[in-house]
């Protein structure tokens, strides 16, 4: 026993470090482009500390059998908006509920998400000075006062008045009322000056990343997939300033002549894209421009599905029907592309926010194969959300994350609705399957 806890021990009081291992049936360690069978996963505390077969481990070792189902790491949802609970009442959600209402959103979110197999997510932003409660949800979750996925966070997205970031918009038939919303929204504006300013502020507030509105949207009433909302040097002041303070930029983008233009700006990544054509692919191909295309949002119009789409509203039904061609051009060059491709959601209709497993169906129906819609869940997302040291991939070193899945994932659009078996930090949660 005295060698065991020389090998084995934490040295810390005497104290046995707390050991389990996992036996798999089939695993993907979000790098390779194979499931391996009969493989162990040692985990010290929170960490990976080997991965093989017929692992060596302390007598005292919990066994957690899985050799039913296939291990992943746990993955990762690289769009999503936790501001609200129900799609359903999300516009009276935007309007009437308060920061307190939307902190606890950001929270249950985050918890529902952890507990379908996604245990880290990127929160895309909102409008109103109540998004900084994403900042103090994150903050909850680390400290341990609330179970949840891993959160990057940007509170506020940078947008233009009466653009796809101004949710003033919905109130615009009593003037008074949307001018006193719009007057909520601070990082809503006009000039480099403003946009520079706005920019320090969210990142001395704790934002992880920065993102801004450049085109319009399909959910929005007013405006264009094909609008320019921010000016040329408006977008190029607020990707400059995120850099000089040691942050990535995204931006909410259609248009493929724009994601052109911001590509040769220098921005790290997009958020969309759904309008892109091939030379544009080819430039952000050279530049190692990320693209997380949220798929989800617009299936129900390139695989016609007239029962999702009167869900939507009026004017996003339109935009869909006015676009379908071009929607599913720019879905063909996304798939055929060697874009570094991210996996976001962007639920604001049909499903909930932390209903991620519902794009793995997309992208599958798209023909993008189960290795490279997994990879970018996993090991692409972790680069993209700046935790690729951390999580992304089993290996040994990494953070215990870790999910598994009771349906064959090479084939199965649906498998990502079945989460049998959900770790974060070395800590096992409860799991809850989409029905």
């Known amino acids: 026993m005295g060698k065991q806890r020389d090998l084995w021990g934490a040295r810390q009081g005497g104290k046995m470090n707390n050991f389990k291992l996992l036996r798999c049936g089939k695993l993907f360690n979000g790098i390779d482009e194979k499931l391996i069978p009969n493989m162990e996963i040692l985990i010290n505390e929170n960490k990976i500390a080997s991965v093989g077969q017929n692992l060596e481990h302390p007598k005292e070792t919990e066994i957690i059998d899985l050799g039913n189902y296939t291990i992943t790491p746990g993955l990762i949802d690289a769009h999503m908006h936790t501001q609200h609970f129900d799609w359903h009442n999300r516009q009276n959600e935007i309007i009437f509920r308060g920061p307190s209402w939307k902190g606890m959103a950001h929270l249950y979110n985050a918890r529902e998400a952890l507990y379908r197999g996604f245990t880290a997510i990127r929160c895309i932003g909102s409008s109103t000075y109540e998004a900084r409660g994403s900042l103090v949800a994150k903050e909850l979750i680390n400290l341990g006062y609330f179970s949840g996925a891993r959160m990057c966070v940007t509170p506020h997205y940078f947008a233009s008045v009466g653009g796809h970031g101004d949710h003033s918009q919905y109130l615009r038939t009593n003037p008074e009322l949307s001018e006193f919303f719009a007057n909520l929204t601070p990082t809503m504006g006009t000039g480099s000056d403003f946009f520079r300013h706005a920019v320090r502020n969210e990142i001395k507030m704790g934002a992880d990343y920065v993102k801004m509105m450049i085109n319009g949207g399909f959910s929005t009433p007013n405006d264009s997939p094909d609008d320019q909302q921010l000016s040329d040097e408006e977008i190029k002041t607020i990707i400059d300033t995120t850099h000089e303070l040691g942050r990535t930029c995204t931006a909410h983008i259609y248009n493929s002549e724009q994601m052109k233009k911001v590509t040769l700006m220098g921005i790290d990544g997009m958020e969309h894209g759904s309008l892109i054509t091939e030379d544009t692919a080819e430039l952000m191909e050279k530049r190692n421009v990320y693209l997380v295309p949220t798929f989800c949002p617009y299936e129900d119009i390139i695989n016609l599905n007239e029962e999702t789409l009167k869900l939507k509203s009026p004017a996003f039904r339109i935009k869909l029907k006015q676009y379908s061609e071009r929607l599913r051009e720019g879905r063909r060059v996304i798939v055929q592309s060697n874009l570094r491709l991210g996996y976001g959601t962007d639920f604001v209709s049909v499903h909930n926010p932390f209903e ?34 951390k999580i992304g991939s089993i290996e040994a070193g990494k953070l215990a994350d870790i999910s598994a899945w009771g349906r064959d994932l090479l084939t199965d659009p649906k498998a990502l609705l079945d989460c049998s078996f959900v770790m974060k930090d070395g800590v096992v949660y409860p799991t809850i399957k989409v029905e």
Not at 363 to 374: D, E, S
């Open 356 to 389: 991620s497993g519902y794009e793995y169906e997309a992208w599958m129906n798209a023909g993008m194969g189960a290795f490279r819609t997994l990879r970018a869940a996993t090991i692409v997302n972790a680069g993209i959300l700046g935790m690729q040291d």
